[in-house]
């Protein structure tokens, strides 16, 4: 077992934590502060090849993996986390593009996402009705010669209204549960397709949230990604690995909330030697690092071809979870310091909140683990 970055993983760190400084972090609080969505930040994402790391050089991917792109997220969401989640849905998209897709599709779309010509990608599973119980989403899709049409609602949609190309999952079987799910590649340009209401967060404001309505959508047979009935798989599929890149996003956000306090701290002499203070630092800081060390080991072995299902839901439940109390305990030692905008804690701490809810929330992770536990027994 080698603890040790490489070579790779360090450069693209060093690299990650580079633009994070100059292009990122300079913007983050206007970003927070106006819901401003980050546009130059993912352009500048996008020259280092940071939107499509998961996916083969042919499309326009850097293929660096799951470990470097987990290295990544968290050097970019310590500056921002409204940037961060805009680049994991599209790195998950352009991943499930190249899992499912045929050559072209991937070579349509994926190449304009790492590019950011297409500004982001997006995932639309949640709708009002169907949130942790994603089977029970009501969107359909009706064969209609060589197309197909697509009706319904989509809540919570990440990027939805900057997005260039769009995972709608929908029913062409409504009689199938699960397995009569499909994924279409939507395009915003499509008639039909509008964009409804914008959430107005606590947090992650720079990105934007929008509900998605499909109105009789024509969309053509060959953007169905996969077979008919396998899109519940394919969503499965993708948040598996996009539970990796949101436990990276919390430890990024953790980790930015306890620097703040640690500095705070050692610039205070008296505070500095309270031992209700040094615990609370000492507890954060080694949660947050056992949290890192899931999230890696549930990248490797995503990168090893590996089942890591279980293992990343263990990773985010804990790193979520953690990076939660991490921002609490930050805030807890600085106190009112902590309340206003001259220290980033406040933003992080509403930042972090969502972490344990999107991408699955803390109770369907350990649903998974549970299951996968009783399974395995
Ligand atoms: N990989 C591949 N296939 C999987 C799978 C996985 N991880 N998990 C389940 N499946 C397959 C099963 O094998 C099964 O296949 P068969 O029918 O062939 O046997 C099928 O899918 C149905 O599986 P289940 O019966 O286990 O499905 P379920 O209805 O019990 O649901 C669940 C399982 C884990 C609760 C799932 O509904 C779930 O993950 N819910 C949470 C949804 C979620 O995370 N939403 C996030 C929204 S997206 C978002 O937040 C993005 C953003 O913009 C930031």
């Known amino acids: 077992m080698d603890l040790e970055l490489t070579e790779v993983q360090t450069r693209v760190r060093e690299t990650a934590k580079k633009i994070a400084e100059a292009e990122i972090a300079p913007r983050a609080r206007d970003a927070d502060r106006g819901a401003l969505f980050p546009r130059d930040q993912i352009r500048a994402l996008a020259k280092e090849g940071f939107l499509a790391m998961l996916v083969p050089e042919r499309f326009g991917g850097t293929d660096l993996g799951s470990v470097n792109y987990s290295l990544a997220m968290s050097e970019i969401a310590y500056a921002c986390a ?68 697509l009706d319904g609602s989509k809540c919570w949609i990440t990027s939805g209204d900057v997005a260039g190309v769009i995972l709608v999952m929908a029913k062409t079987d409504p009689a199938a549960g699960s397995r009569g799910i499909s994924t279409f590649l939507v395009e915003p340009s499509m008639p039909g397709f509008s964009v409804g209401r914008h959430e107005e967060k606590m947090g992650l404001r720079g990105s934007s949230t929008v509900t998605i309505n499909l109105d009789d959508v024509s969309v053509p047979v060959e953007n169905r990604l996969g077979e008919e009935g396998v899109g519940f798989k394919v ?143």
């Open 82 to 149: 409204s940037t961060a989640v805009t680049m994991a849905v599209t790195n998950m998209v352009c991943d499930a593009i190249c899992a499912w897709g045929n050559d072209a599709q991937k070579e349509k779309y994926v190449p304009r996402l790492a590019s950011a010509e297409l500004l982001a990608g997006s995932f639309a599973l949640s709708e009002p009705g169907a949130g942790s119980d994603a089977a029970a989403l009501m969107a359909t899709a009706v064969r209609d010669g060589d197309r197909y049409r």
């Open 235 to 377: 969503a499965m599929r993708a948040l598996d690995g996009g539970r990796i890149g949101i436990g990276s996003q919390a430890l990024g956000i953790g980790r930015a909330a306890l620097e703040a306090a640690t500095k705070y701290v050692q610039a205070d002499e008296a505070l500095a030697k309270k031992q209700s203070i040094q615990w609370k630092l000492a507890d954060t800081a080694t949660e947050l690092d056992a949290a890192r060390l899931l999230v890696l080991r549930a990248a490797t072995m995503k990168d090893a071809q590996i089942p890591f299902g279980k293992e990343a839901s263990m990773a985010k439940v804990f790193a979520t979870e953690a990076a939660n109390r991490a921002t609490h305990a930050a805030l807890e030692i600085c106190g009112e310091a902590a309340l206003s905008d001259a220290l980033p804690i406040e933003r992080n701490l509403r930042d972090v909140r969502v972490t344990t809810i999107y991408e699955g929330t803390s109770e369907i992770q350990r649903f998974v683990i549970a299951r996968n536990l009783l399974a395995e027994a």
